[in-house]
């Protein structure tokens, strides 16, 4: 390689990066199928695990502007703006995600945290005795079983 496309290269790289920092994820890559979204999501999600969350958080809005109904796209945003104390924004999302699909326990789980966060009490036990009744894995039985215990023992 001569020098010239060293710095193509390097300009693509930083055009890439001004984008997605930028949140313009979508016209940065542009893919012909909805599935060429999956590099963009683990991105997301790898700022996120992180500690990126404004990174994360600009990914994740880009992902549910191009596909709204994408629960995937929706949970990362709400967990992005769950960290961020956003609890009813997070709370919104996470509705969002219950109301295309039912049987979410993540969203059940994360949106009942919210809750206890804002002090709704009632609400955040009825979303953790919703998941006691959804067939989940074991572990998300427990954690909901951990929050009510939780709740129960401040209250008693």
Do not use: W
């Not at 945003?77 to 960290?83: E, F």
Request: proline share 2%.
């Amino acid at each position: 390689m001569d020098n010239k496309e060293i710095i193509n290269i390097k300009s693509l790289v930083e055009s890439i990066f001004k984008h997605i920092e930028n949140g313009n994820v979508i016209n940065a890559f542009a893919p012909e199928k909805p599935e060429d979204y999956s590099n963009v999501y683990s991105l997301a999600c790898d700022y996120y695990d992180k500690g990126l969350v404004e990174q994360a958080e600009k990914i994740f809005n880009s992902l549910c502007l191009y596909d709204f109904s994408n629960t995937d796209y929706l949970l990362g945003l709400a967990a992005v703006k769950q960290v961020q104390k956003q609890y009813r924004k997070a709370i919104n999302l996470y509705a969002m995600v219950i109301n295309l699909d039912g049987e979410n326990v993540s969203a059940y789980l994360y949106s009942g945290q919210c809750f206890l966060s804002e002090g709704d009490i009632k609400t955040a036990v009825n979303h953790f005795r919703h998941i006691l009744t959804l067939s989940c894995d074991p572990q998300d039985k427990q954690q909901a079983e951990y929050y009510l215990a939780l709740v129960e023992n401040k209250d008693g």
